[in-house]
C-alpha cells in the first residue's frame, strides 16, 4: 500500500519517467526510505530530483536508480526474495564510478554507516572502498588512479 504524502506529486509521470530511462540502472527494495535517501544523497552523492515515502529517483553522474519502499511494491514478485532477509545486497557490488572513495568513506562514518574496507589503491587502477548501507547494499565508490 502506497503511503505518498497528499499533495506531493511527483515532477514527471511514472509512465514518461519510465520511457526517458537508458543505458543500465537498478532499483533497490528498502524499509526506511528517508535513510536509504540520505546515504544516496549524503554518502554518495547523488542528486534526488523526487522522494517520498514510496520512491525515490536520483541520479549520479547521469546516470538514474530507483529506489522503492518495501510497502510500495508489496504486490510486485520480487518483494517476495527480500522478505525477512537482513542483507538484501548479498553478493552485489553497485559500483559507483567518479565518486570520491575517501570523500565517501568519512561521510559514511560521520552518518553511522557501516565501512567494510576502507579506501585504497586497488591493482586494477582504481582507488576504492566498501561502504554498507542500513540494508546490506554494498557501495564501492571509486576513482580512477593516475598513472
Not at 5 to 30: C, H, M
Not at 48 to 67: I, P, Q, T, W
Request: hydrophobic content about 40%.
Amino acid at each position: 500500500m502506497k503511503k505518498r504524502s497528499q499533495g506531493k506529486t511527483p515532477p514527471v509521470a511514472a509512465e514518461d519517467y519510465g520511457r526517458s530511462l537508458r543505458g543500465i540502472g537498478f532499483n533497490l527494495l528498502v524499509r526506511d526510505m528517508a535513510r536509504a535517501v540520505t546515504f544516496a544523497t549524503e554518502v554518495i552523492g547523488a542528486t534526488s530530483f523526487y522522494d517520498d515515502e514510496d520512491f525515490a529517483a536520483l541520479r549520479f553522474n547521469g546516470a538514474d536508480f530507483m529506489l522503492h519502499a518495501d510497502h510500495a511494491f508489496a504486490d510486485n514478485p520480487v518483494s517476495g526474495l527480500v522478505q525477512g532477509v537482513e542483507g538484501r545486497g548479498a553478493g552485489v557490488e553497485l559500483r559507483i564510478y567518479g565518486c570520491d572513495p575517501d570523500v565517501a568513506e568519512q561521510r559514511a562514518r560521520d552518518l553511522g554507516f557501516t565501512v567494510l574496507a576502507g579506501a585504497m589503491d586497488k591493482p586494477h587502477g582504481l582507488r576504492e572502498c566498501v561502504i554498507l548501507d542500513d540494508e546490506g547494499y554494498a557501495w564501492v565508490p571509486a576513482v580512477a588512479l593516475r598513472r
